[in-house]
């Protein structure tokens, strides 16, 4: 079986035969993108479609640097990009495949030729419910190929999709829809998930009201029977009566392509908002060059696409490339790993993306034996997103779904960032256990202290993109630029401020060490501690709270809550757990609540996590002088240790 990966130390370098098929196998592209980064990914955006070409590749204001545009002047379309321009060659190539999680129903194979004419009816379903270009259109569905149908169709009218990821409840659908404003939703009867059905016509249908939908479109996935309203069409019966060719729309560069909501410092997520040209061109050459994509590819990326990474991992960047997708609606150990093992090995996967939790469960189910079984022959590159990944858990990886041939791409980006910003290349490498790699080509990264100046080689500080930025960046937040320049912009000014700490490495490497603010990744998924607190506010007994992250052996972190209540009650904890999976969803969940009698603040009223985070751990809990009401500290001590 054929080696891609060579070992020299401790660190990892791509062999011959893998430095012989990649599209990036030398220092080349890295001088010849930062001595012109507009070159570079002009170049890029050539092996695309435009209707019209750009006539500026990339513009910055001087005195506020956080307006950028890519492409500017150019026309295009995402779905044009994904579907159309592979017809020629391509129709009969499957382009998707979905996993249903029951096994008694049939996987579902779809060839380029099948899903254009898909997207084609439902971009005309949309158009027959009134949505017209520009007009956001929320999708809340669980991951079944309607999803990318649905995607793809409103990026094919230019309309903006806004997903909000299935396991989120009524509550948190209702923050974004409020935000949004969108007039229209696509969700759902239900799905199966871990052998239940799951159902979420009705979580949608209490998300919408009292917001701006007028029309919900369900999917009838679960086939459950149920009766629908006025203003709610089934999927299937508006897309029997749709005609097969519907024109892609020629739309701007710098139109808004889709919103995404992420969770910030603040108590509310907020629209990540992408524009089309910069985003497909970033989701295209990132998933060419750091999954080193090729003709007949088969890509499975695990995250769901209510996140950014399935966005551009599971439908555009494998899309853009001519390449197969898996994606699969069910829990990776349901009803068991050898279903999902079976996956990669039926399917010849060539690519497996996913996250550090996921492996960490395999590491705990001991998966070791069973993944002997496979050979997974086509497997050439493993990858790893969304939180830091440790050297035990890298190296597990590596041997036991690698079975040591493999390189992994440890990629470090953000909703924010639309595509990959750090990774080793696999036919560059080093692939270093707990280091993500190099900033992309033709993008720039530094880690600064407090004050703005560059920190030396292997000390950590704070990670910075330099301009130009990537053609992927956020182009600003939904109704809310103010936020866009405080939370991004303000720190530094010049340089886009990502939230995350770091080190630079010789070689400027990147070793990640995690949020520096108030958000906490819980397996991978990104959730802010104000959050979770103001859904625990929101209990009639609750005077305040405050959350913070405490490490887990699977998840990373998760939520600890420290509550203050003006009365006691029997299980009020479990009313505070209930409260917070109905407000924002099961993911959110403290993992512990301690009722307290008070929390530990400074005299200006700030709540000093540091010292809850120490006394959680049974740590020394240091300097407290600031404090006002030293004497809770016995107190939560105590509480803490039962
Ligand atoms: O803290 C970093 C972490 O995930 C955050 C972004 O979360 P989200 O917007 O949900 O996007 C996740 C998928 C792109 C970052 O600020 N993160 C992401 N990838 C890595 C990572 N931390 C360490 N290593 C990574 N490879």
Known sequence: MVKYVVKKGRVFWPSKAMKKIAWANSEKIYKEASESPAKFWAKAANELFWFKKWHK?????????????????????????????????????????????????????????ELHELVCKAANMLKSIGVRRGDIVTIYLPMIPELIISMLA???????????????????????LLDNRSRFLITA?????????????????????????????????????????????????????????????????????????????????????????????????????????????????????????????????????????????????WPSWKRFFSILEKYNVTVFYTAPTLIRMMVANRL??????????????????????????WLWFFRHVGKSRCPIVDTWWQTEGGGVLIS???????????????????????????????????????????????????????????????????????YYFSGDG?????GKLFRITGRVDDVIKVAGHRLSTAEIENAINKHPLVVESAVVAKLDKIKGNVPVAFVVVNKKKKNIEQDIIGLVAKEIGPIAKPHIVYVVPDLPKTRSGKIMRRVLRALMLNETVGDVSTLVNPEVIGQIERIVKV
């Open 154 to 176: 409103c990026a094919r009218i230019g309309a903006i999709h806004s997903v909000v990821f299935s396991a989120f409840s009524s509550q948190a659908l209702k923050t974004r």
């Open 424 to 494: 080793s290349l696999p036919g560059i490498g080093p692939f270093i256990p707990g280091v993500a790699g190099r900033s992309f080509p033709g993008v720039n990264h530094l880690v600064l202290d407090e004050g703005g100046r560059p920190v030396s080689v292997g000390k950590e500080g704070y990670l910075v993109q330099a301009s130009p930025f990537a053609p992927g960046m956020l182009s600003g937040v939904w109704r809310n630029s103010k936020l866009y320049r405080e939370k991004y912009w303000s720190q530094y000014h010049k």
């Open 502 to 506: 770091a080190y630079m490495l010789k």
């Open 189 to 333: 009867d239900g799905y199966y998930r871990r052998g239940k059905l799951i159902k979420l016509k009705e979580p949608a249908e209490q998300g919408a009201r009292g917001t701006a939908v007028e029309k919900i479109i369900v999917v009838n996935r679960a086939r459950r029977k149920i009766r629908l309203k006025n203003n709610e069409f089934w999927w299937h019966l508006l897309m029997e009566e749709q005609p097969l060719s519907c024109p892609a729309e020629e739309l701007d560069s710098n139109s808004v392509m889709f919103l995404l909501y992420t969770s910030g410092t603040t108590g509310k997520p907020k629209g990540i908002i992408h524009e089309l040209g910069g985003y497909m061109v970033h989701a295209y050459l990132t998933a060419k060059l750091v999954f080193d994509l090729h003709e007949n590819d088969v890509m499975f990326c695990t995250a769901d696409i209510g996140w950014i990474t399935g966005h551009s991992y599971a439908c555009y960047g494998p899309l853009f490339n001519g390449i197969t997708s898996i994606i699969y609606e069910g829990s990776p150990d």
């Open 57 to 113: 590749t990339y513009e910055q204001s001087r005195l506020r640097p956080w307006n950028f545009r890519w492409f500017v002047g150019g026309k295009t379309n995402a779905c044009y990009n994904a579907l159309d321009i592979h017809l020629p060659e391509k129709a009969n190539q499957t382009a998707l495949i979905w996993i249903p999680e029951p096994e008694k129903e049939p996987d579902q194979n779809y060839t380029y030729e």
């Open 368 to 393: 070791e034996r069973l993944l002997a079984r496979f050979k997974f022959e086509k497997l050439r590159i493993l990858g790893s997103v969304g939180e830091p990944i440790d050297e035990e858990t």
